[in-house]
C-alpha cells in the first residue's frame, strides 16, 4: 500500500536559518505530493502541491520539488521565522482510489524556530 | 467560497458516556467527506470517509461510527466512549468525482475521555 515517511521531529531552529524536512514515499500509481502545516490548536491548511513528477510546488517561501526518481518531496525554505513553528505533515494522494481522494499523511514533523 | 465548521471545539466526556461530533460544509456540493484522528503526538488516522449520503466506509474497525444524514453533514457517534478515544478530531472534504485532490479541514474537536 502506499505510505509516506518523514522526518522525526522536533526540528529546533533559529530565526533565519534554512530548513530542510525530509519526505519519501512508496506509491504504486503516480500520486499528488501535498505539505499541510498545522498551527497550535488548529486543522491542518494546504501548504503547497505537486501533481507530476519534476513539478515545484511553492508558497510562502516554501519549496517543494516532486523526485520522481528518488521517491521524495522535501520540503525547504530558505530563512524560517518564528512564526513558522508549526507541525508539518508530507502527504500523498491517490488517484486511483475509486471515487474518493484517499490521503495518506507521514506523521508530522514539529518545527520550533527560536528567536 | 466554500468552509467546513465543527462543533463543539472541545469536548469533556466521562468513560461511557455517547458522543456527537458534527461537521458541515458550506458553498459546495457533493463533497467527499472525512473523519480523522489525531492522538497526541502522532499523525492522522483515517477513520471514515463518505462520497455520498448515506454512504459511509469505515477504515479502522473501533467503537466509532458516521453518519451522512445530509449531502454536507457529517456526524461522528460512539455509544460509549472509551479512554482510548481521546484525541483531536478533524473534519475534511474534498471535491467529488474529477473535482481535484486536496482536501480541506475544518478546526477540530479535542475530545479528552476521563
Known amino acids: 500500500g502506499d505510505s509516506v515517511t518523514q522526518m522525526e521531529g522536533p526540528v529546533t531552529l533559529s530565526e533565519e536559518a534554512f530548513l530542510t524536512i525530509n519526505c519519501t514515499y512508496t506509491?504504486?500509481?503516480?500520486?499528488?505530493l501535498f505539505w499541510y502545516v498545522q498551527y497550535p490548536g488548529e486543522g491542518l491548511q494546504l501548504l503547497l502541491k505537486a501533481t507530476k513528477a519534476d513539478d515545484k510546488g511553492s508558497n510562502k517561501g516554501f519549496e517543494a520539488t516532486y523526485r520522481k526518481e528518488t521517491t521524495s518531496f522535501h520540503l525547504e525554505k530558505g530563512s524560517v521565522q518564528v512564526s513558522d513553528s508549526a507541525v508539518y505533515f508530507c502527504?500523498?494522494?491517490?488517484?486511483?482510489?475509486?471515487?474518493?481522494?484517499?490521503?495518506?499523511f507521514g506523521t508530522g514533523t514539529k518545527l520550533q524556530v527560536i528567536p | 467560497s466554500q468552509t467546513i465548521h465543527q462543533w463543539p471545539a472541545t469536548l469533556v466526556q466521562p468513560v461511557g458516556s455517547p458522543l456527537s461530533l458534527e461537521c458541515t460544509v458550506e458553498g459546495t456540493s457533493n463533497p467527499n467527506l472525512y473523519w480523522y484522528r489525531q492522538a497526541a503526538g502522532r499523525g492522522l488516522q483515517l477513520l471514515f470517509y463518505s462520497i455520498g449520503i448515506d454512504q459511509i466506509s469505515s477504515e479502522v474497525p473501533q467503537n466509532l461510527s458516521a453518519s451522512r444524514p445530509q449531502d454536507r453533514q457529517f456526524i461522528l457517534s460512539s455509544k460509549k466512549l472509551l479512554l482510548s478515544d481521546s484525541g483531536f478530531y478533524l473534519c475534511a472534504w474534498s471535491p467529488g468525482l474529477a473535482g481535484g485532490d486536496e482536501q480541506f479541514f475544518g478546526p477540530g474537536t479535542r475530545l479528552t475521555v476521563l
Open positions: 506509491a504504486t500509481g503516480y500520486p499528488s
Open positions: 502527504a500523498l494522494s491517490d488517484p486511483d482510489s475509486g471515487g474518493y481522494q484517499k490521503v495518506t
